[in-house]
């Protein structure tokens, strides 16, 4: 499995202010997919925003967005005017594109928990 | 939309039990997963299958087995459940390989505790 570091455990932010989850990956391949999931308290996982590596512009979804740095493995969400409704975990995920291998599994980091305070 | 659904929220075995954890998807997905969430590890992949009958061991499978008699349903068994085994087990399904279209969908969950 490839490894997927998110070494922010926990944030906090008020509400309408923006956050910055980081998030570093290690692989040796140089194609492949990047997500981060959201696990909002007792309810479903649910994707947020996808980057392709071969796709030098960042990836943005409403105020979503990534800042995608390849060289350094790097691959941070920026959450701007929070609101009280992105309260959750959010998870980052690598899936490599080798298409033969028919490979679609996820290696996901530990996991950020995000709090937006009113 | 894809729905992803599990036979159980909550679930309490006791050890030494066999417990079944069932998944179904609706939306005719090649491949279903079936992974363990827990405080401070995040997912941890234990058991894939890329069709009916197949199956691949992902990075956690000691202790599990997995069924896939059918295209929809993917099952998880713990042949003999031990108090290590409490965690939340998520499934998840993705459909045939597509550049633009390669999201994983998960089921709700089934939270497990091992007595």
């Known amino acids: 499995a490839q490894t997927v570091t998110q070494s922010q455990p926990e944030m906090s932010v008020q509400e309408a202010e923006t956050v910055t989850l980081s998030c570093t990956y290690d692989?040796?391949?140089?194609?492949?997919?990047l997500f981060w999931y959201k696990q909002p308290p007792s309810r479903q996982m649910i994707l947020v925003i996808r980057?392709?590596?071969?796709?030098?512009q960042n990836a943005t979804e409403n105020r979503f967005s990534v800042n995608f740095q390849k060289a350094a493995k790097s691959f941070s969400l920026k959450i701007s005017d929070s609101q009280l409704g992105d309260t959750a975990m959010y998870f980052c995920?690598?899936?490599?594109?080798?298409?033969?291998?028919?490979?679609?599994?996820?290696?996901f980091g530990a996991g950020t928990t995000v709090t937006v305070r009113a | 939309d894809v729905k992803v659904t599990q036979s159980s929220r909550y679930l309490v075995k006791r050890t030494g039990e066999k417990v079944f954890l069932e998944c179904v998807q609706d939306?005719?997905?090649?491949?279903m997963f079936w992974y363990r969430q827990d405080p401070g590890l995040g997912l941890r992949l234990i058991y894939f299958?890329?069709?009916?009958?197949?199956?691949e061991k992902g990075d956690i499978p000691e202790g599990y087995s997995v069924s896939r008699e059918k295209k929809e349903r993917f099952s998880l068994i713990l042949e003999s459940a031990s108090t290590n085994q409490t965690s939340m087990y998520l499934c998840?399904?993705?459909?045939?390989?597509?550049?633009?279209?390669?999201?994983?969908?998960f089921g709700p969950g089934t939270r497990l505790t091992v007595l």
């Open positions: 980057q392709e590596a071969y796709k030098q």
């Open positions: 998840a399904s993705i459909p045939s390989w597509d550049s633009e279209n390669n999201e994983q969908f």
């Open positions: 995920a690598f899936m490599t594109s080798i298409v033969p291998l028919n490979d679609y599994k996820l290696s």
């Open positions: 299958s890329y069709d009916v009958k197949m199956k």
């Open positions: 692989t040796s391949e140089s194609n492949y997919y």
């Open positions: 939306m005719d997905h090649e491949n």
